[in-house]
């Protein structure tokens, strides 16, 4: 299925819609004909645009993973230059679900690390359904550090519902992974740009998820847990997960409100998938401009902005 269930209305418009151009197209089109496919393409974007306008949290979280919605490769491939994709942790093997490289954002040579889902189901699984394993999170670090080194910018692309749990990960230490990255991340001497494209989950995200910006598309969303692992939970089962959602507040509309997203970039009508090159273009003008703005600063400047950032946040007093 490539609609999600409260696309259904729309869905059966736009099929009604295709119905009416068919036949107009094997036929002497009428008059008639126009004019009902005008009615109903007038009816479908006001419908379309009353649903959208009223997402709950569950349902953003559900277009965040939405089957049409392009994919990190995707988005690297339509807006970086000259891509060269880099492999290995050199420790362990190549984890395929984290894609690391070298490329160009106009002129500017940039360090790029996204976590990828994959398309079909032969892609998906070789991509681990985008939940890294230990050694994809040392091939980040190492990433990280050649950026560094070469006083290169890093750009992360986020869309992961998790670190993967398995025994294996853990045995070859996956806390361990992600807290090593986020140690790095905090003191790394190099611009960090942080972007969510569709799902970000837990520590999985945020192990490549710490920077001096972090910028949202409209329905991405950003949490610690996934609402159904919430609902299970908390009310110890997954019939809750609407409620979870509400309560988390995951879309990056509830977490601008509370001041941990610097910038949203707005999705067309319908979502990311309905006009994807629209999306591109407006998030290469976004990085390009968050980019330009962190270069211009020094290092010590930029290390104290981002240490200050997060130390902003969830701060408490102790009695």
């Known amino acids: 299925m490539d609609f999600l269930d409260f696309e259904k209305p729309i869905i059966e418009l736009e099929r009604r819609i295709d119905e009416l151009r068919l036949s107009a197209s094997n036929e002497h089109a009428s008059v008639e004909i126009d004019e009902e496919i005008q009615r109903l393409e007038m009816k479908c974007k006001e419908l379309t645009k ?21 994919k990190s490769q995707e988005i690297i491939n339509a807006i ?16 395929a679900s984290i894609i690391g490289g ?18 079909n189901t032969k892609e998906k699984m070789f991509r681990n359904f985008g939940m890294p394993r230990p050694e994809g999170y040392r091939k980040a670090l190492r990433l990280m550090k050649l950026a560094e080194k070469f006083s290169i910018p890093l750009i992360t692309i986020i869309d992961t519902p998790g670190a993967f749990p398995g025994i294996g990960a853990e ?25 969510v494209t569709g799902e970000g ?12 910006v972090l910028i949202m598309l409209e329905y991405s969303i950003y949490s610690v847990i996934s609402p159904e692992a919430c609902s299970t939970i908390l009310w110890r089962n997954k019939d809750e997960t609407e409620a979870a959602a509400e309560a988390m507040g995951i879309s990056s509309k509830r977490l601008n409100k509370l001041g941990l997203v610097d910038y949203i970039i707005e999705e067309p009508l319908g979502g990311f998938h309905k006009n994807p090159q629209d999306t591109f273009k407006r998030i290469i003008k976004t990085l390009e401009e968050y980019l330009y703005n962190l270069q211009n600063k ?18 408490f007093n102790e009695i």
């Open 102 to 119: 070298l490329g160009k954002l106009g002129n500017i040579s940039v360090m790029f690390i996204a976590q990828e889902k994959g398309t």
């Open 171 to 195: 045995e070859r230490g996956q806390s361990e992974a992600i807290a090593r990255n986020l140690f790095t991340l905090a003191s790394l001497k190099t611009p960090v740009i942080n972007l």
């Open 201 to 212: 989950g837990s520590g999985g995200a945020l192990a490549i998820g710490m920077g001096d």
């Open 50 to 70: 009353k649903i959208f306008t009223n997402l709950s949290e569950w349902q953003v979280a559900q277009l965040a993973r939405h089957p049409l919605r392009p």
């Open 298 to 315: 020094n290092v010590d400047d930029l290390l104290f902005e981002r240490r200050k950032k997060y130390k902003a946040i969830g701060e």
């Open 80 to 95: 970086v230059n000259d891509f060269q994709e880099l492999h290995g942790d050199r420790m362990y093997s190549d984890d």
